[in-house]
């Protein structure tokens, strides 16, 4: 009992209420959003080139709005950025469940996608204000575990709600997102949060400068590029690998649905003590090995014959998944100055670029050759991440030795 008190002492009350929302809020949107293109097709007879739309305006607004507002965070303070973009999600999840037309559905996303970049980089810029230096690798663990915790349970619900009661998921998603902002107003008003951590530094400085700061900042700039080859190999499993399965093997579809489960089991379990075991190396070690073990599962999805073959892929680009994702996010903590750690982790949203292209980029693969083909050749821009992983570090050893 005292080692579970002593290890929830090691973190700030914030932090953990942070994490248990990211659980609860990544759980009720993967119960909607999985399920969106579905509804959209059953409902509204749109063609899939809207539904495309739709759904990618959620992606294509967090792109550059996550820049904005952690920028807006450092200036104005955490507190303000992550109510206002938690109450403006819980507005969109009901505003799905009255919406009757196309217009409604696109315009809601854009929010839905704007609202989530803001609060992600301002979330994660406060939980390494309120942590030591020397925990914060292991709070990005513990809420990429959350998420996933999150991711793996969610679309088990949005599966059963999809045949039953669309708008109830809606209504469901809403009402949790607008908890978790109403527990958060109470904490954030109980507790002490420094007003040094609240953006108020006399530092701060203003947008136009900050976007010089990050174009100027080429570690930065060579990580985010790295990490964007990286998505575009790992969306590949959201996009182009249950196209294959269904294609290529019996009972693809089951496979799939196994294989997704698997993945978030798996960084569940797995994520804190690998990141512990990782902690005693450096990072761009870490993240090159993730890189190579996620190539190396995009391979072996290119000779899947059934579920032997299937699930060995999976395991290797989930282990390069658990070894890569928290060590960017603690590589760019170590980048950031402490006046624009959150325009810094809004500027890594740049990285769903590789969200965009990677299913552009294989699905044209996918028909103009095959699935193999297109795995392969995937897994190399996977492993030219190494490259500008290797170039950032390299800038990064440069700009620390020069702070010294």
């Not at 409902?43 to 539904?51: G, N, R, V």
């Not at 550059?64 to 200036?75: A, E, K, P, Q």
């Not at 914060?136 to 915790?149: E, G, Q």
């Not at 190396?281 to 090159?288: A, G, N, S």
């Amino acid at each position: 009992m005292m080692k579970v008190k002593n290890y929830v002492g090691q973190f700030h009350p914030i932090v953990w209420v942070l994490l248990i929302g990211t659980v609860l809020s990544r759980g009720s949107a993967f119960m909607t959003l999985p399920f969106l293109s579905i509804y959209l097709s059953r409902h509204m007879d749109l063609s899939p080139i809207i539904i495309g739309i739709t759904v990618g305006m959620s992606p294509l607004m967090g792109t550059v709005g996550g820049f904005i507002g952690g920028h807006l965070s450092d200036r104005f303070g955490r507190k303000p950025i992550m109510l206002v973009s938690l109450f403006m999600v819980a507005f969109v999840y009901y505003g799905f469940t009255v919406a009757t037309g196309q217009g409604w559905f696109i315009l809601l996303n854009a929010l839905n996608g704007l609202s989530n970049s803001f609060f992600e980089p301002t979330a994660q810029a406060l939980m390494a204000d309120l942590t030591e230096k020397t925990k914060r690798m292991k709070v990005y663990s513990l809420r990429y575990t959350a998420m996933n915790i999150g991711a793996s349970v969610g679309p088990l619900i949005g599966a059963y709600l999809a045949n039953t009661s669309a708008k109830l998921s809606f209504a469901i998603t809403g009402t949790i997102y607008l908890l978790y902002a109403l527990v958060l107003v109470y904490f954030l008003q109980r507790l002490v949060v420094p007003l040094s951590q609240e953006g108020n530094s006399k530092k701060v400085v203003s947008f136009g400068a900050a976007f010089r700061i990050i174009k100027t900042d080429k570690a930065l700039r060579y990580l985010i590029i790295g990490i964007i080859l990286v998505n575009m190999g790992y969306v590949q499993i959201d996009s182009n690998l249950p196209q294959i399965l269904e294609g290529t093997v019996e009972n693809g579809i089951l496979i799939f649905s196994i294989l997704i489960t698997i993945n978030a089991v798996m960084v569940v379990v797995l994520q804190m003590p690998i990141s512990h075991l990782a902690e005693k190396f450096r990072l761009m070690q870490v993240m090159v090995v993730g890189a190579v073990f996620m190539a190396a599962g995009l391979v072996c999805f290119s000779f899947v014959s059934g579920w032997a073959t299937a699930i060995i892929a999976i395991v290797l680009l989930t282990l390069g998944e658990i070894l890569i994702f928290p060590s960017n996010s603690m590589m760019i903590d170590q980048l950031a100055p402490e006046h624009l750690r959150g325009t810094y982790f809004g500027a890594a949203q740049f990285r769903k670029i590789g969200n965009f292209i990677g299913p552009v980029f294989g699905g044209y693969l996918l028909s103009h050759f095959q699935g193999q083909i297109m795995f392969w050749v995937i897994a190399l821009v996977t492993l030219g991440s190494i490259i500008f992983f290797t170039a950032g570090n390299k800038f990064r050893v440069t700009k620390a030795d020069e702070v010294v």
